[in-house]
Structures are given as structure tokens and as C-alpha cells.
């Protein structure tokens, strides 16, 4: 028989090893981040269909529930791409919480004088910004998949949906930050991502930086400019 206590003293290996190692939950938060950077980009790009007009943005969400068909039913496509996005989402969250007590724990007494020479505000205060992601996440689901705190849903109205929420100031307001706080977690995300999957080089560094400030530039700007552009009556 093998000794319980020799059993209990070998190192655990494969995936358990690197999701409890450092490096490995950096290479998970690098992954999920990355699916999740595709997503906002697909997301804004049919969100932008508003300025086209009602029938361009509701066409668009019927085609989300049918496309792959008639190899994929009704929606099935659709959940396919939620069984992926909400563990990713989840398991980012949480390799996040677990690398940042990790950090804290390694430095039990605060620096008398903290000075972010290398840092950036985004870096800092990317905890924060995500838990404030999170619960805009939770409201987002809310308000134009559930209905719950929309004041005039309308199921597979999705134009009619999206006016009526951003017809309230404080409403706007709030994505506003929202995506303000996504386009700095993803202005240093998308660049750390490069660097922990290996991709970045001496050569390439600059276009790196410089993709990643561009891609959260966009990404702001184009999710901020459409509750403001309902709020302001250019989309009515």
C-alpha cells in the first residue's frame, strides 16, 4: 500500500499545478482577457448598428439567435458563445482576487513612501476598475437581457430597449463610467496580455503599446458615444 503521508507529499502536477502557480493564473487571466477582447470588439461593432436605424439593429439581434443555421437551432450558437464568455469572465475574476491577496500577502507592511516609477494609473487601480466592470456587468444583463430595471422592455425590441434606458442622465451616466473604466482595464490588459503570453519583442514593443492604447481609445469612444448620442436626441 502507498503511505497516505508520501501521497499527501507529492507535488500536485498538470493543470492543478499551474492554475496554483503565479505565472499559470497570469497565463488563465492572458486567455480568458484575450476572449474577452474579441467579444467587446464583435459587441461594439453590432452596437453601432443603432446609428443605422431601428430595423438594422433589431435584424441584427434576430441574427444572433439564427445564425448557423440550419445546422444550429434556434439560439444555439448564441449559448455556445455564453458557455464560453461566462466561465471565461469568471475565472478571470477570480485568478484576479487570487493574484492580487497573493501580492498582498507577500508584502505585509505597507512602503512608508509607495513610488510608482514604472506604473501607470490604469495598473493601479485595475482591481477597482474591475470590480466596478463586474457590477456593470450584472446591470447591463438587467437592463437589456433580463428587462428587470429597463422602464419600457420589449422583448427582441432591442432599438425601442436601448432608447428608453439611455433616456435617463444617471443611466448614462453610469455606462459612461463604466466604459471609461473598461477602456483603462483594457489599455493595460491587452498589453500585459502581450507580454504574458510571450508575444511581445524589443522590435515589436512600440506597435504593441501603441495597438493596445489604440484599441481601448476605440472601444471607449465608439460604447460611450452611443448613450450619449440617445441622451442628446441624435438618436431617437
Known sequence: MIDASLARSRPITGLTSLWRSTIGKKYVMAVTGLIWFGYLIVHLWGNLKIYAGPSFLNEYGGFL????????????LLWVARIIL???????????IQLT?????????????R??????????????????I??????????????????SFEDGNIYHNVIASFH????????????????????????????????????????????????????????????IAVLAGFVR
Open 65 to 76: 439567435r439564427t445564425v448557423g443555421e440550419p445546422f444550429f437551432g434556434f439560439s444555439q
Open 101 to 113: 491577496t497573493r501580492d498582498n500577502a507577500s508584502r505585509p507592511t505597507r512602503y512608508s513612501m
Open 168 to 227: 435617463q442622465p444617471i443611466v448614462v451616466l453610469f455606462y459612461v463610467l463604466a466604459m471609461i473604466a473598461v477602456g483603462l482595464h483594457l489599455w493595460h490588459g491587452v498589453w500585459s496580455l502581450f507580454q504574458t503570453l510571450g508575444w511581445n519583442t524589443n522590435r515589436t514593443n512600440r506597435l504593441l503599446r501603441n495597438f493596445a492604447t489604440f484599441a481601448a481609445v476605440v472601444l471607449t469612444i465608439g460604447n460611450i458615444s452611443i448613450p
Open 86 to 96: 461566462i466561465p471565461a469572465f469568471i475565472i478571470h475574476v477570480w485568478a484576479a
Open 134 to 151: 463586474l457590477l456593470f456587468v450584472i446591470y447591463h444583463l438587467l437592463d437589456f437581457t433580463f428587462g428587470t430595471v429597463n422602464p
Open 115 to 132: 513610488k510608482n516609477l514604472e506604473s501607470t494609473f490604469a495598473s493601479r487601480t485595475m482591481i477597482y476598475g474591475g470590480v466596478f
